[in-house]
């Protein structure tokens, strides 16, 4: 018998008004139009807290890597900067989830559990990367199994860093095969969505991972909203770029997707 999904917890301080809630961005070297995007976003924001629910990086195969990488070590002071201003918090994606707690402190951000329960007055709000969810992927769901195994981890991280490197290369460019030949891409499971919303008490979920922004209605027995985020992409020889948006959530329970800008 599957156990029972654990969340973790975020309590929202009485003085937040706004938080900010963002993923997808897969910042990489080679697409520098939309780590500018992010950098000038995570300095001017006006929210109370930014949360990241993952894949703020296209990979990361160690943070042993941030001492040899300079847009990595660029990344960071963003997050260090932008930590001295608001709490920042970041979740693991399913391209970003060997970003450690050795990184994460140097830069002053704070973990989240993939899913974890926005807890804000009487409003409760599951968050979560969203890969978890897409149960039709199955490849993926095994290989995801595998890679949250800390055995698994250990060994990969134990491994030279070129090596690491590499084998991340190959596996990027074997999922990018892959997204080219498949017609549907998985999105999240109903019965899955359905049995989180209960077990966290919750009416209200927010993920990214699938890049497919929208509101769709969860029908009963757990009725409520489920709330996809955008990826972002200012990549000039990306056709569909420039993309990116913000949900901002409110004290009052307003959400409302916004612009980097307008944030």
């Known amino acids: 018998?599957?156990?029972?999904?654990?969340?973790?917890?975020?309590?929202?301080?009485?003085?937040?008004?706004?938080?900010?809630?963002?993923?997808?961005?897969?910042?990489?070297?080679?697409?520098?139009?939309?780590?500018?995007?992010?950098?000038?976003?995570?300095?001017?924001?006006?929210?109370?807290?930014?949360?990241?629910?993952?894949?703020?990086?296209?990979?990361?195969?160690g943070d042993d890597a941030v001492a040899s990488?300079?847009?990595?070590?660029?990344?960071?002071?963003?997050?260090?900067?932008?930590?001295?201003?608001?709490?920042?918090y970041f979740m693991p994606g399913n391209?970003?989830?060997?970003?450690?707690?050795?990184?994460?402190?140097e830069c002053g951000v704070q973990a989240l559990a993939d899913p974890t329960v926005l807890v804000w007055g009487d409003q409760r709000t599951v968050?979560?990367?969203?890969?978890?969810?897409c149960l039709e992927d199955e490849a993926y769901q095994r290989f995801r199994l595998q890679a949250r195994d800390p055995a698994w981890q250990a060994a990969f991280l134990g491994r030279p860093l070129p090596e690491r490197l590499a084998l991340a290369q190959s596996m990027r460019e074997q999922s990018k095969?892959?997204?080219?030949?498949?017609?549907?891409?998985?999105?999240?499971?109903?019965?899955?969505?359905?049995?989180?919303?209960?077990a966290a008490q919750s009416a209200h979920m927010v993920?990214?991972?699938?890049?497919?922004p929208a509101d769709h209605a969860v029908p009963?027995?757990?009725?409520?909203?489920?709330?996809?985020?955008?990826?972002?992409?200012?990549d000039p020889n990306d056709n569909s770029a420039p993309r990116a948006e913000v949900l901002r959530m409110q004290a009052d329970g307003?959400?409302?997707?916004?612009?980097p800008q307008a944030a």
């Open 69 to 88: 990488d300079p847009f990595l070590q660029m990344c960071g002071e963003v997050l260090a900067q932008a930590s001295q201003q608001r709490p920042v």
């Open 220 to 234: 009963a027995p757990s009725t409520g909203l489920r709330q996809v985020l955008s990826d972002w992409s200012f």
């Open 95 to 105: 391209r970003d989830f060997l970003v450690g707690p050795a990184f994460l402190s």
């Open 177 to 198: 095969a892959h997204n080219q030949s498949v017609a549907y891409f998985a999105d999240a499971d109903l019965g899955l969505t359905q049995a989180w919303l209960q």
């Open 127 to 133: 968050l979560t990367h969203g890969d978890a969810l």
């Open 1 to 61: 018998m599957k156990a029972a999904q654990a969340f973790g917890t975020l309590l929202v301080p009485a003085h937040w008004q706004t938080v900010d809630v963002i993923s997808d961005l897969h910042l990489q070297a080679t697409e520098l139009a939309t780590f500018e995007a992010w950098r000038d976003y995570m300095a001017r924001t006006r929210a109370d807290a930014v949360l990241i629910l993952g894949d703020l990086f296209e990979v990361w195969v």
């Open 207 to 212: 993920h990214g991972h699938t890049h497919q």
């Open 254 to 259: 307003q959400h409302a997707r916004i612009t």
